[in-house]
């Protein structure tokens, strides 16, 4: 390949990039839709093709996986023939190969198995209960959000000391008796993934040394978003040796609440005092009606390294925002818009609607079902995380290793065999008291015999069965044994019998789960088909349901999964104070430029259009409420949007005049941004206030008590001074 093709449509920035001398580390810091993954690919395939390094020298880390795929995909565009040799992938895929083909350095079973985040959250609840922890006190989220925290810190529970800190000292316990059960019954969360390939190489310095060999060159995309862990672990892969190059922008930090640190930029140029930092300025993805709207929103932010994207791109359309009465007229408008792309000739592809939430998906998947609008879902409702999934998932794990307590638990009594709660009570007691899987339990309870009878049988039923599908569908193709196993495990019949649509709708996602089965091809040979299609399962239990290929589908996903995409038309759905910013963040600055940041990546990812929606009524946590728009829609440049209103435009440009101005105050000194305590509700924060004088109404985001409207005279606010 000659080297123009290379460097041909970059500007000069860029091919500084993509030909820098090879022995350099080099860093590029630039805003959205800057080109910072064309260089990087471009860089790969220029080591190869110039610099004659070979493919296997070369390790790519990025976030998503959908992410990777297209990476990897537009390097199999340059090079075409010898693509399969480059390692490109997510930090959670690349340690789970490696800890599986280490596994017994880091004392795991070879037949370890992925816990995702739901069943985290399952194995917890458990545990506290078998704690006696309430879980009204003990959340399991909050447990699973400390404990995931300590890890992607790199912390394990000996690291931690605490003086004088009763709550901490219970989660600490909780994290200790999470991490001996999971060691116990060989389970690996996402967390524990990248820690344990981070002590591997801690710990083992000759297996670091092969690896520091073979990968000489290392590649992050989407740096600023790694935490400490991650970025730790990319140190020891580079040694001392190992050439470096990482793109990133801080303005797109968007996991903070995961452990990012986008100090990690400043840190690597510590850490790296030879590295070439280059940026990046133009834009190539976005009109620049989009692109001024995105600069203005994330100006507003204090934390910032600093810079300006600009674009030689037409001025295109202006952002439209439309103010919905409701969801329902939210999607209706949406759905309007998109049959009139798609008549006109244009793909829907090419479209993606983003939101915040998850659970914002589903009305919008109704109207488009109604609509016969084909779409995919990238994260949320995820397939691999349906109930009936999840239980053929349990017979397959324990079939493959029959230590995983989570599994055990799941399809004990599943189909209902008559072993009860009092029990898996007494199995769960044993296990505790002597440091016993369950399935160890149940093996120790039945050579005791001490044990009453009508249990014991149907106990010894659950191990037989067990036993009896592994021996069975040993020498069997995998499709064939997914389906013995379904029929075999009397799951089948149970849904079969469910006779309304949910039941039909699960036989049809067990039929789902045979295809993906039917077409899995296995990539690491050293382990059997069963585990190695479990590992799949684990690591794309975000990436949603039936992806129908070659069909045109319009991509619904999370603003979060969007890093790094581009869409011709983009939708930002629920752009509401409460939403976008999340409530959760309305309470902290640095969560509010987190979110703002959010928005940006968001607004970023559209090319031609772009559409943003907020409702004046939704139903939101239970209630039906009146939110307000978006604080972000407010700073966005009066001249790059078009309003569009089905009520009265005056009532709603007041309202968010309201909001925006900082020195709005009433007679009595309420105004928004205010800090307040209440006598019940605690500590919270004015978010809107409507009216005058004393019988004002105000919104308050309380810390522990949500959103909340309140009449002003009645609430007997005291005021907290705000920092
Ligand atoms: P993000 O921060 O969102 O990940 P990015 O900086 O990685 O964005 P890319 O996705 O690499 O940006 O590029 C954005 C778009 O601009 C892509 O469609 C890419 O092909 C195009 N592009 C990049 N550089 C050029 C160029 N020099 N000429 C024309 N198009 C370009
Ligand atoms: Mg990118």
Redesign the pocket.
């Known amino acids: 390949m000659q080297k123009s093709y290379l460097l041909k449509?970059?500007?000069d920035k860029?091919r500084e990039v993509v030909s820098a001398p090879y022995d350099l580390n080099l860093l590029v810091l630039?805003g959205?839709?800057?080109?910072?993954?064309?260089v990087l690919v471009n860089r790969i395939a220029w080591l190869i093709t110039v610099e004659k390094f070979s493919p296997y020298s070369i390790i790519a880390v990025t976030f998503t996986n959908k992410a990777a795929i297209e990476m990897q995909q537009r390097v199999n565009q340059l090079l075409g023939v010898i693509k399969n040799k480059i390692l490109i992938g997510t930090f959670h895929t690349l340690s789970s190969n490696l800890l599986r083909k280490h596994y017994m350095h880091v004392n795991l079973p070879k037949d370890f198995q992925i816990l995702d985040s739901n069943d985290q959250y399952y194995l917890v609840s458990k545990l506290l209960n078998v704690l006696n922890l309430n879980e009204k006190q003990w959340s399991p989220q909050q447990c699973i959000w400390y404990i995931n925290n300590k890890k992607n810190n790199g912390l394990r529970p000996k690291d931690i000391q605490i003086k004088n800190n009763k709550i901490e000292e219970t989660l600490l316990k909780v994290y200790q008796f999470y991490q001996d059960t999971c060691d116990r019954s060989g389970l690996v969360d996402f967390s524990e993934l990248l820690l344990r390939a981070y002590e591997l190489f801690l710990n083992k310095t000759d297996i670091l040394q092969y690896y520091c060999n073979r990968f000489t060159n290392i590649f992050v995309d989407e740096f600023q978003d790694t935490n400490f862990v991650q970025y730790a672990w990319i140190r020891q892969l580079v040694g001392k040796t190992g050439k470096l190059m990482i793109v990133g922008?801080d303005d797109?930090s968007i996991y903070g609440w995961r452990g990012a640190q986008i100090e990690n930029i400043k840190r690597v140029i510590d850490d790296f005092s030879d590295i070439k930092t280059i940026l990046l300025e133009q834009n190539?993805?976005s009109t620049k009606n989009i692109l001024k709207a995105a600069n203005a929103l994330i100006s507003n932010n204090s934390i910032r390294m600093g810079k300006k994207l600009w674009t030689k791109g037409i001025d295109g359309e202006p952002i439209v925002i439309y103010c919905a009465s409701n969801e329902l007229d939210e999607s209706r408008y949406i759905i309007d818009q998109l049959k009139y792309w798609n008549e006109n000739n244009n793909s829907l592809n090419n479209c993606a609607i983003l939101y915040r939430r998850n659970s914002q998906s589903r009305l919008l998947e109704e109207a488009l079902i109604k609509n016969g609008i084909p779409y995919c879902i990238y994260g949320g409702k995820k397939f691999f995380d349906r109930k009936e999934i999840k239980e053929v998932l349990s017979y397959l794990r324990l079939v493959v290793n029959r230590n995983d307590d989570a599994s055990f638990e799941r399809v004990i009594n599943i189909p209902a065999r008559g072993i009860g709660e009092t029990t898996l009570d007494i199995i769960r007691n044993l296990s505790c008291k002597h440091k016993l899987t369950l399935w160890e339990s149940c093996e120790y309870l039945l050579r005791e015999k001490n044990y009453f009878k009508r249990a014991s049988v149907v106990i010894q039923r659950f191990l037989n069965l067990i036993n009896f599908l592994e021996k069975e569908t040993k020498n069997m193709n995998l499709h064939v044994q997914v389906n013995y196993i379904i029929k075999k495990s009397g799951l089948f019949d149970m849904y079969k019998k469910e006779k309304n649509e949910k039941g039909e709708a699960r036989i049809e996602n067990l039929n789902e789960f045979l295809n993906a089965a039917l077409e899995f091809k296995r990539q690491d040979e050293s382990t059997s088909y069963l585990q190695s299609f479990l590992s799949y399962v684990s690591l794309n239990s975000s990436n949603e349901k039936k992806i129908i290929i070659n069909q045109d589908n319009v991509q619904l996903m999370t603003l979060h999964s969007a890093k790094?995409l581009?869409f011709q038309f983009v939708f930002i759905i629920g752009v509401e104070e409460g939403i976008l910013p999340s409530y959760m963040s309305i309470y902290k600055d640095q969560k509010i430029e987190e979110e703002r940041r959010l928005a940006y990546v968001g607004i970023?990812r559209a090319m031609k259009k772009l559409i943003i929606t907020y409702t004046e009524s939704r139903f939101l946590y239970g209630k039906r409420v009146n939110p307000l728009p978006s604080r972000f829609i407010g700073e966005l440049p009066i001249e790059c949007i078009k309003k569009i209103y089905l009520t009265s435009p005056i009532n709603n440009e007041k309202k968010y005049l309201n909001f925006n101005s900082e020195v709005y105050k009433n007679d009595f000194e309420y105004k928004v941004g205010q800090l307040v305590v209440h006598d019940k509700f605690g500590e919270g924060k004015i978010i809107n206030l409507i009216g005058i004088g004393k019988e004002c109404k105000l919104q308050i985001v309380f810390q522990k008590q949500g959103v909340k409207w309140l009449v002003a005279q009645y609430a007997r606010l005291n005021y907290l001074n705000n920092k």
Not at 32 to 38: D, I, N, P, Q
């Open positions: 449509d970059l500007n860029q630039a959205a839709g800057s080109g910072k993954t064309r922008d797109q190539y993805r790094g581009e970023t």
